[in-house]
C-alpha cells in the first residue's frame, strides 16, 4: 500500500486533534474530487514499519484523540489487506483513540456482494468507531458540511450502529451557507434526508 501523507494535526476531518493517514489508490474516481492524484495506487510513498511508527508516535500526545485514515479509497481490497494489521496494532496500543475511516462505499456495500468486500472487510468495520461513507457527489456538494463534502454522505455512529442493529448517525451539526451569506445552523433530523436515511433498510448482519 502506498499513501498520499500523514497529517499529524488534523482538526477537519473527525472529532478533536487527529492524526490522519491519506492512502493511495482508488477505482470510485468521483467527479469533482478534490485529490484524484490519490486515485493512483503507486502515487506516493510506499507504507511500511516506519510509515507505522511515525503514526504511532504523533498518536502519543494526550491531546489527539484518535487516527483517521481517508484516501483515495481505504476500502480497496489492496489497502485492506495493509490496514487491518495495522488497525489492530492501533487498537492494542491506543484503546481509547477512535478510529474514524472516509469511504466511496455505503455500509450497505460494504456488508453485502459488493467487489470491495474482503476477508479483512468484517473486521476493519468491527474496529471503526466512525464510517463516513458514500461516493462524493459534487451535484450535493454544500458549504458547511461537518466532516463530508457532499449531503448523501453519512456520518455513521459505528458503536451504537452495532449495539442497536440499524444505522445510527453521529448526532452532529451542520451550517448550511444560504447564499454565500447567511449561516444557519441545523440539527442532525432537521435536514429530510436524515429521515430518509434512517428508513433504509438495515444492514442483514453488522457483527
Known sequence: MHYGRINKCDIANG?????????????????????????????????????????????????????????????????????LPFLLKFKSRFPNKTIWLYTGNTLEELLGNHRNHTAQTDKILSLVDVLVDGRYDEKRHSLGLRFRGSENQRVIDMNRTRAEGKIILLGIEDKIYENQKNVITRKKGEFPMDEQLMQKQPPQSLG
Do not use: H, K
Open 15 to 83: 472529532e478533536g486533534i487527529r492524526v490522519s493517514l491519506f492512502v493511495s489508490g482508488c477505482r470510485n474516481r468521483c467527479p469533482g474530487c478534490f485529490q484524484p492524484e490519490t486515485w493512483d495506487f503507486n502515487y506516493g510513498r510506499e507504507f511500511t514499519e516506519m510509515s507505522e511508527n511515525e503514526i504511532f508516535s504523533a498518536l502519543e500526545n494526550d491531546s489527539v484523540r484518535g487516527f483517521t485514515i481517508l484516501g483515495g479509497e481505504p476500502m480497496e481490497p489492496e489497502n485492506q489487506e495493509a490496514l
